[in-house]
Protein backbone atom coordinates (compact mmCIF):
# COMPACT_ATOMS: atom_id res chain seq x y z
CA UNK A 1 0.00 0.00 0.00
CA UNK A 2 1.39 3.46 -0.79
CA UNK A 3 0.12 4.70 2.67
CA UNK A 4 -0.39 3.51 6.16
CA UNK A 5 -4.01 2.94 7.41
CA UNK A 6 -5.48 6.03 9.04
CA UNK A 7 -6.07 4.34 12.18
CA UNK A 8 -2.27 3.53 12.49
CA UNK A 9 -1.41 6.98 12.42
CA UNK A 10 -0.09 8.76 15.52
CA UNK A 11 -2.88 12.02 16.99
CA UNK A 12 0.23 14.82 15.82
CA UNK A 13 0.23 12.86 12.23
CA UNK A 14 -3.12 12.73 11.78
CA UNK A 15 -3.58 16.87 12.71
CA UNK A 16 -0.82 17.65 10.84
CA UNK A 17 -2.68 15.96 7.75
CA UNK A 18 -5.57 17.66 8.64
CA UNK A 19 -4.07 21.13 8.81
CA UNK A 20 -1.91 20.45 4.76
CA UNK A 21 -5.67 19.90 3.61
CA UNK A 22 -6.70 23.69 5.10
CA UNK A 23 -5.37 25.80 2.15
CA UNK A 24 -5.61 28.91 4.07
CA UNK A 25 -4.57 27.79 6.88
CA UNK A 26 -1.58 26.94 4.84
CA UNK A 27 -1.03 30.24 2.76
CA UNK A 28 -1.13 31.93 6.17
CA UNK A 29 1.10 30.11 7.51
CA UNK A 30 3.72 30.22 4.77
CA UNK A 31 3.00 33.98 4.89
CA UNK A 32 3.91 34.31 8.46
CA UNK A 33 7.23 32.20 7.96
CA UNK A 34 8.11 34.19 5.32
CA UNK A 35 7.81 37.87 7.43
CA UNK A 36 9.50 35.84 9.97
CA UNK A 37 12.56 35.06 7.97
CA UNK A 38 12.69 38.57 6.08
CA UNK A 39 12.40 40.03 10.48
CA UNK A 40 15.54 38.08 11.00
CA UNK A 41 17.72 38.48 8.28
CA UNK A 42 16.07 42.25 7.36
CA UNK A 43 19.69 44.10 7.35
CA UNK A 44 20.74 41.27 4.86
CA UNK A 45 18.26 41.99 2.37
CA UNK A 46 17.15 45.90 3.39
CA UNK A 47 19.02 48.86 1.26
CA UNK A 48 19.17 51.17 4.88
CA UNK A 49 21.93 49.20 6.73
CA UNK A 50 22.00 51.95 9.33
CA UNK A 51 20.73 51.39 13.03
CA UNK A 52 17.02 51.35 13.01
CA UNK A 53 16.82 51.72 9.16
CA UNK A 54 17.48 55.52 9.99
CA UNK A 55 19.69 56.62 7.49
CA UNK A 56 17.84 60.75 7.47
CA UNK A 57 18.22 62.33 3.86
CA UNK A 58 16.01 65.76 4.17
CA UNK A 59 16.78 66.99 0.91
CA UNK A 60 14.36 63.65 -0.56
CA UNK A 61 11.87 63.71 1.82
CA UNK A 62 7.95 61.88 0.74
CA UNK A 63 9.50 60.78 -2.48
CA UNK A 64 6.69 58.97 -4.22
CA UNK A 65 7.80 54.87 -4.72
CA UNK A 66 9.91 54.30 -7.32
CA UNK A 67 11.89 57.93 -6.70
CA UNK A 68 15.40 57.49 -8.25
CA UNK A 69 18.36 59.99 -7.49
CA UNK A 70 22.47 60.12 -7.86
CA UNK A 71 24.24 60.46 -4.20
CA UNK A 72 28.13 61.45 -3.47
CA UNK A 73 29.43 59.31 -0.75
CA UNK A 74 31.61 61.85 1.46
CA UNK A 75 33.49 59.34 3.78
CA UNK A 76 33.53 60.71 7.50
CA UNK A 77 35.98 61.89 9.20
CA UNK A 78 35.98 58.81 12.13
CA UNK A 79 35.27 55.90 10.27
CA UNK A 80 32.56 53.62 12.19
CA UNK A 81 33.73 50.76 14.47
CA UNK A 82 33.90 47.58 12.69
CA UNK A 83 30.70 45.23 13.90
CA UNK A 84 30.58 41.19 14.38
CA UNK A 85 28.86 39.33 11.58
CA UNK A 86 25.90 38.38 14.48
CA UNK A 87 25.75 42.40 15.90
CA UNK A 88 25.33 43.70 12.60
CA UNK A 89 22.72 41.09 11.90
CA UNK A 90 20.43 42.07 15.25
CA UNK A 91 21.23 46.15 15.01
CA UNK A 92 23.00 46.96 11.51
CA UNK A 93 26.16 49.01 10.67
CA UNK A 94 26.35 52.97 11.11
CA UNK A 95 27.52 54.69 8.03
CA UNK A 96 30.89 55.30 7.11
CA UNK A 97 29.51 57.87 4.66
CA UNK A 98 27.33 60.75 4.53
CA UNK A 99 24.85 60.38 1.83
CA UNK A 100 24.61 63.74 -0.43
CA UNK A 101 21.92 63.64 -3.17
CA UNK A 102 22.72 65.58 -6.17
CA UNK A 103 21.12 66.84 -9.44
CA UNK A 104 24.64 67.86 -10.89
CA UNK A 105 28.78 68.13 -10.26
CA UNK A 106 31.54 70.40 -11.22
CA UNK A 107 34.52 68.20 -10.37
CA UNK A 108 38.18 69.66 -11.23
CA UNK A 109 41.36 68.94 -9.28
CA UNK A 110 41.21 70.72 -6.08
CA UNK A 111 37.26 70.76 -5.03
CA UNK A 112 34.25 68.89 -6.35
CA UNK A 113 31.22 71.22 -6.00
CA UNK A 114 28.32 69.16 -5.19
CA UNK A 115 24.64 71.32 -6.61
CA UNK A 116 22.05 69.18 -4.06
CA UNK A 117 18.91 67.57 -5.09
CA UNK A 118 16.30 70.06 -5.24
CA UNK A 119 12.22 69.12 -5.42
CA UNK A 120 10.68 70.84 -8.49
CA UNK A 121 9.79 74.20 -7.10
CA UNK A 122 12.59 75.11 -5.21
CA UNK A 123 13.63 78.65 -4.72
CA UNK A 124 17.03 78.49 -4.93
CA UNK A 125 19.93 75.96 -5.72
CA UNK A 126 22.20 74.60 -3.27
CA UNK A 127 25.48 73.73 -3.47
CA UNK A 128 28.35 72.19 -1.48
CA UNK A 129 31.73 72.20 -2.04
CA UNK A 130 33.83 69.18 -0.74
CA UNK A 131 37.76 69.56 -1.15
CA UNK A 132 39.48 66.54 -2.42
CA UNK A 133 42.34 66.62 -0.97
CA UNK A 134 40.16 66.08 2.83
CA UNK A 135 37.80 63.94 0.42
CA UNK A 136 40.07 60.89 -0.19
CA UNK A 137 42.34 61.68 3.18
CA UNK A 138 39.19 59.81 4.87
CA UNK A 139 38.48 57.45 1.44
CA UNK A 140 41.82 56.29 0.93
CA UNK A 141 41.89 57.41 -2.39
CA UNK A 142 44.68 58.37 -5.06
CA UNK A 143 46.95 60.18 -2.21
CA UNK A 144 51.02 60.33 -2.85
CA UNK A 145 53.57 59.46 0.57
CA UNK A 146 53.01 63.48 0.77
CA UNK A 147 49.41 63.82 0.96
CA UNK A 148 49.14 65.44 -2.51
CA UNK A 149 46.34 64.56 -5.50
CA UNK A 150 47.62 62.61 -8.26
CA UNK A 151 45.25 63.55 -10.73
CA UNK A 152 47.12 65.54 -13.54
CA UNK A 153 43.80 66.77 -15.03
CA UNK A 154 40.52 68.09 -14.49
CA UNK A 155 39.07 65.25 -16.17
CA UNK A 156 41.03 62.21 -14.02
CA UNK A 157 39.64 63.88 -11.07
CA UNK A 158 35.94 63.87 -13.00
CA UNK A 159 36.54 60.30 -14.21
CA UNK A 160 37.54 58.96 -10.95
CA UNK A 161 35.20 60.59 -8.49
CA UNK A 162 32.39 59.54 -10.58
CA UNK A 163 32.98 56.04 -10.93
CA UNK A 164 34.35 55.24 -7.65
CA UNK A 165 32.18 57.92 -5.09
CA UNK A 166 28.96 58.02 -6.79
CA UNK A 167 25.87 55.48 -5.93
CA UNK A 168 22.95 55.25 -7.30
CA UNK A 169 19.94 54.49 -5.48
CA UNK A 170 16.28 53.43 -6.33
CA UNK A 171 13.32 54.06 -3.54
CA UNK A 172 11.15 51.28 -4.26
CA UNK A 173 8.56 52.20 -1.43
CA UNK A 174 9.94 56.10 -1.93
CA UNK A 175 11.19 57.84 1.49
CA UNK A 176 9.36 59.01 4.99
CA UNK A 177 8.94 62.86 6.08
CA UNK A 178 12.91 62.73 6.89
CA UNK A 179 14.09 60.85 3.81
CA UNK A 180 14.39 57.67 5.17
CA UNK A 181 14.08 53.96 2.80
CA UNK A 182 10.51 53.79 3.55
CA UNK A 183 10.81 50.14 2.15
CA UNK A 184 13.71 49.45 4.55
CA UNK A 185 11.39 50.59 8.04
CA UNK A 186 8.54 48.50 6.54
CA UNK A 187 10.53 45.30 6.76
CA UNK A 188 12.73 45.93 9.78
CA UNK A 189 9.48 47.24 11.74
CA UNK A 190 8.29 43.58 11.66
CA UNK A 191 11.02 42.58 14.10
CA UNK A 192 8.74 44.34 16.86
CA UNK A 193 5.13 42.94 15.82
CA UNK A 194 6.74 39.21 15.49
CA UNK A 195 8.80 39.46 18.73
CA UNK A 196 6.01 41.52 20.80
CA UNK A 197 3.59 38.80 19.85
CA UNK A 198 6.17 35.81 20.89
CA UNK A 199 7.22 36.86 23.98
CA UNK A 200 3.20 38.10 24.62
CA UNK A 201 2.37 34.71 24.19
CA UNK A 202 5.10 32.98 26.09
CA UNK A 203 4.34 35.14 29.23
CA UNK A 204 0.66 34.42 28.84
CA UNK A 205 1.16 30.40 28.69
CA UNK A 206 3.69 30.37 31.69
CA UNK A 207 1.24 32.71 34.16
CA UNK A 208 -2.29 31.32 32.01
CA UNK A 209 -1.12 27.44 32.87
CA UNK A 210 0.16 28.17 36.34
CA UNK A 211 -3.13 29.87 37.60
CA UNK A 212 -5.36 28.00 35.36
CA UNK A 213 -3.66 24.30 36.99
CA UNK A 214 -3.85 25.40 40.23
CA UNK A 215 -7.82 26.47 40.31
CA UNK A 216 -8.61 23.27 38.16
CA UNK A 217 -6.97 21.21 39.79
CA UNK A 218 -7.48 21.78 43.84
CA UNK A 219 -10.52 23.48 43.51
CA UNK A 220 -12.26 24.83 46.94
CA UNK A 221 -11.41 27.64 48.00
CA UNK A 222 -7.85 27.81 45.47
CA UNK A 223 -10.53 27.64 42.93
CA UNK A 224 -12.96 30.20 44.43
CA UNK A 225 -9.54 32.90 44.54
CA UNK A 226 -8.34 31.97 41.31
CA UNK A 227 -12.00 32.50 39.57
CA UNK A 228 -12.37 35.55 41.42
CA UNK A 229 -8.92 37.61 39.87
CA UNK A 230 -9.73 36.00 36.84
CA UNK A 231 -13.04 38.36 36.98
CA UNK A 232 -11.39 40.81 37.78
CA UNK A 233 -8.60 41.07 35.30
CA UNK A 234 -11.16 40.39 32.50
CA UNK A 235 -13.59 42.71 33.60
CA UNK A 236 -10.85 45.72 32.56
CA UNK A 237 -10.36 46.71 29.02
CA UNK A 238 -7.51 45.11 27.81
CA UNK A 239 -6.08 48.15 25.99
CA UNK A 240 -6.96 50.36 28.98
CA UNK A 241 -4.98 47.72 31.40
CA UNK A 242 -1.88 47.72 29.30
CA UNK A 243 -1.66 51.74 29.16
CA UNK A 244 -2.08 51.46 32.70
CA UNK A 245 1.12 48.68 33.11
CA UNK A 246 3.20 50.94 30.20
CA UNK A 247 2.66 54.10 32.43
CA UNK A 248 3.60 52.18 35.59
CA UNK A 249 6.48 50.89 34.07
CA UNK A 250 7.63 53.94 31.64
CA UNK A 251 7.91 53.78 27.99
CA UNK A 252 9.84 51.50 25.77
CA UNK A 253 10.35 48.32 23.84
CA UNK A 254 10.90 45.85 27.14
CA UNK A 255 7.74 47.76 28.68
CA UNK A 256 5.99 46.68 25.91
CA UNK A 257 6.49 42.89 25.88
CA UNK A 258 5.64 42.90 30.02
CA UNK A 259 2.42 45.04 29.56
CA UNK A 260 1.08 43.08 26.56
CA UNK A 261 1.75 39.59 28.07
CA UNK A 262 0.36 40.16 31.60
CA UNK A 263 -2.74 41.39 30.29
CA UNK A 264 -2.90 38.07 28.17
CA UNK A 265 -3.05 35.27 30.63
CA UNK A 266 -6.84 35.30 31.41
CA UNK A 267 -8.11 33.46 28.07
CA UNK A 268 -5.12 30.94 28.72
CA UNK A 269 -6.55 30.47 32.42
CA UNK A 270 -10.24 29.97 31.55
CA UNK A 271 -9.41 27.15 29.41
CA UNK A 272 -7.05 25.62 31.25
CA UNK A 273 -9.12 25.61 34.32
CA UNK A 274 -12.35 24.24 32.38
CA UNK A 275 -10.12 21.58 30.98
CA UNK A 276 -8.58 20.12 34.03
CA UNK A 277 -12.48 20.59 35.73
CA UNK A 278 -13.81 18.15 33.23
CA UNK A 279 -10.65 15.81 33.48
CA UNK A 280 -9.68 15.36 36.99
CA UNK A 281 -11.54 12.90 37.76
CA UNK A 282 -10.66 10.63 34.85
CA UNK A 283 -9.05 7.03 35.61
CA UNK A 284 -5.65 8.27 34.67
CA UNK A 285 -5.61 11.02 37.22
CA UNK A 286 -7.18 8.63 39.82
CA UNK A 287 -3.94 6.06 38.97
CA UNK A 288 -1.32 8.66 39.25
CA UNK A 289 -2.60 9.86 42.91
CA UNK A 290 -2.96 5.84 43.58
CA UNK A 291 0.46 5.50 42.73
CA UNK A 292 1.81 7.90 45.48
CA UNK A 293 2.37 10.89 42.36
CA UNK A 294 2.82 14.52 43.35
CA UNK A 295 0.20 16.80 42.30
CA UNK A 296 2.69 19.05 40.62
CA UNK A 297 3.73 15.68 38.71
CA UNK A 298 -0.08 14.80 37.74
CA UNK A 299 -1.00 17.97 36.32
CA UNK A 300 2.09 18.60 34.54
CA UNK A 301 3.25 15.26 33.10
CA UNK A 302 -0.32 14.07 33.01
CA UNK A 303 -2.93 16.69 32.42
CA UNK A 304 -1.37 19.36 30.32
CA UNK A 305 -0.32 17.22 27.76
CA UNK A 306 -3.95 16.16 27.21
CA UNK A 307 -5.44 19.69 27.51
CA UNK A 308 -2.87 21.09 24.61
CA UNK A 309 -4.93 21.10 21.82
CA UNK A 310 -6.89 24.03 22.77
CA UNK A 311 -4.36 26.28 24.85
CA UNK A 312 -2.53 26.01 21.00
CA UNK A 313 -5.53 27.22 19.25
CA UNK A 314 -5.51 30.22 21.89
CA UNK A 315 -2.33 31.04 21.47
CA UNK A 316 -2.60 31.26 17.73
CA UNK A 317 -5.36 33.98 18.63
CA UNK A 318 -3.09 35.75 21.12
CA UNK A 319 -0.48 36.37 19.23
CA UNK A 320 -2.44 37.90 16.67
CA UNK A 321 -4.46 40.50 19.38
CA UNK A 322 -0.47 41.15 20.48
CA UNK A 323 0.33 42.28 17.68
CA UNK A 324 -2.82 44.52 17.63
CA UNK A 325 -2.36 45.78 20.88
CA UNK A 326 1.62 46.63 20.36
CA UNK A 327 0.62 48.77 17.36
CA UNK A 328 -2.03 50.47 19.12
CA UNK A 329 0.36 51.57 22.23
CA UNK A 330 3.25 52.51 19.42
CA UNK A 331 0.52 54.90 17.31
CA UNK A 332 -0.74 56.37 21.07
CA UNK A 333 3.10 57.19 21.42
CA UNK A 334 3.57 54.69 24.58
CA UNK A 335 4.94 51.69 22.93
CA UNK A 336 8.04 51.54 20.91
CA UNK A 337 10.05 54.94 20.56
CA UNK A 338 11.68 56.42 17.99
CA UNK A 339 13.34 56.22 16.22
CA UNK A 340 12.79 51.96 16.49
CA UNK A 341 10.83 51.51 13.55
CA UNK A 342 7.45 50.18 14.23
CA UNK A 343 4.27 49.32 11.76
CA UNK A 344 2.59 51.74 14.44
CA UNK A 345 4.67 54.04 15.06
CA UNK A 346 4.90 54.21 11.37
CA UNK A 347 1.28 54.85 11.16
CA UNK A 348 1.42 57.55 13.47
CA UNK A 349 4.03 59.57 11.66
CA UNK A 350 2.58 59.61 8.52
CA UNK A 351 -1.39 59.65 9.40
CA UNK A 352 -1.22 63.38 8.06
CA UNK A 353 -0.13 62.24 4.68
CA UNK A 354 -3.54 60.05 4.36
CA UNK A 355 -5.47 63.40 2.89
CA UNK A 356 -2.25 64.52 0.60
CA UNK A 357 -0.95 62.77 -2.30
CA UNK A 358 1.21 60.24 0.07
CA UNK A 359 -1.44 58.19 1.91
CA UNK A 360 0.86 55.16 1.17
CA UNK A 361 3.14 55.82 3.74
CA UNK A 362 -0.10 55.86 6.51
CA UNK A 363 -1.91 52.83 4.46
CA UNK A 364 1.31 50.19 3.93
CA UNK A 365 1.56 49.50 7.35
CA UNK A 366 -1.93 49.26 8.21
CA UNK A 367 -2.07 46.66 5.48
CA UNK A 368 1.14 44.68 6.96
CA UNK A 369 -0.77 44.77 10.44
CA UNK A 370 -4.29 43.61 8.77
CA UNK A 371 -2.15 41.31 6.85
CA UNK A 372 -0.46 39.83 9.90
CA UNK A 373 -3.18 39.58 12.24
CA UNK A 374 -5.46 38.25 9.34
CA UNK A 375 -2.83 35.12 9.00
CA UNK A 376 -2.42 34.56 12.74
CA UNK A 377 -6.42 34.23 12.58
CA UNK A 378 -6.52 31.53 9.63
CA UNK A 379 -3.62 29.73 11.29
CA UNK A 380 -5.56 29.52 14.75
CA UNK A 381 -9.08 28.38 12.51
CA UNK A 382 -7.17 25.60 10.52
CA UNK A 383 -5.05 24.41 13.81
CA UNK A 384 -8.90 24.43 15.55
CA UNK A 385 -9.99 22.24 12.71
CA UNK A 386 -7.00 19.91 12.82
CA UNK A 387 -6.78 19.17 16.22
CA UNK A 388 -10.64 18.87 16.43
CA UNK A 389 -10.81 14.87 17.50
CA UNK A 390 -14.14 14.84 16.51
CA UNK A 391 -13.03 14.83 12.52
Excluded at 99 to 110: A, V
Excluded at 359 to 364: F, N, P, R, S, V
Amino acid sequence: MDSKPTQNQSPKALAWKRFRSNKLGMVSLGFVILWALLAIFAYLIIPDKTPNANRQILEISTKKPGFEVDMLMVPKETPSAKTSFLDFLLNGRPDDCIYLPFDSLHINKETTTVYLYQAEGASSVRTEIVDNTEFFANNNGPLTDSGTLVFTTNEDADSYIRSHCVKHRKFLLGTDQFGRDFLSRLVLGSRISLTVGFIAVLLSLMIGIVIGSLGGFFRGKVDDAVVWFINVVWSIPTLLLVIAITFALGKGIAQVFIAVGLTMWVEVARIVRGQILSIRETTFVEAGRALGFKDLRIIFRHILPNILNPIIVVSAANFASAILLEAGLSFLGIGVQPPMPSWGSMIKENYAFIILDAAYLAILPGIAIMLLVLAFMLIGNALREALDVKN
